[in-house]
């Protein structure tokens, strides 16, 4: 299976298919997935060694990028269904690709990502 590259960020409002032409939804807008690292399982965490015994509290920043939808858009959606209320969710699209200059806006670890005027691609 084949992806294609994304170019663009879908604009707000506009309504899209699914990629399976199950649904419908509208584009809220882009979001970044985050994972709570006080969610994750036990052995999901950091050890954190003191003396010769590891603590098994958790370690860095709370919330974590999801680095599986790192090369792929999310997005804030609300589904369309027929014959039923509209649902907000996020939405990630594994099926396209970022380009590579798009990926770095959207995923980056550098410290002018952070900036307050980085909004828009």
């Not at 994972?35 to 060694?49: G, I, T």
């Not at 990630?92 to 410290?111: A, D, G, M, N």
Request: aromatic letters at 12%; one cysteine or more.
């Amino acid at each position: 299976m084949s992806h294609s590259d994304v170019h663009d960020l879908l604009a707000f409002g506009s309504i899209h298919t699914s990629p399976g032409g199950q649904y419908s939804f509208r584009v809220i807008g882009p979001c970044c997935q985050l994972f709570d690292r006080e969610e994750l399982p036990w052995p999901c965490c950091r050890l954190a060694w003191r003396s010769k015994e590891p603590s098994w509290r958790r370690v860095g920043r709370r919330f974590v990028p999801d680095i599986a939808a790192r090369r792929c858009p999310s997005y804030s959606v609300e589904l369309l269904q027929p014959g039923s209320r509209p649902t907000t969710t996020v939405l990630t699209l594994f099926s396209v690709r970022f380009v590579s200059e798009l990926q770095e806006w959207w995923y980056s670890r550098h410290p002018r990502s952070m900036k307050d005027d980085n909004v828009n691609p």
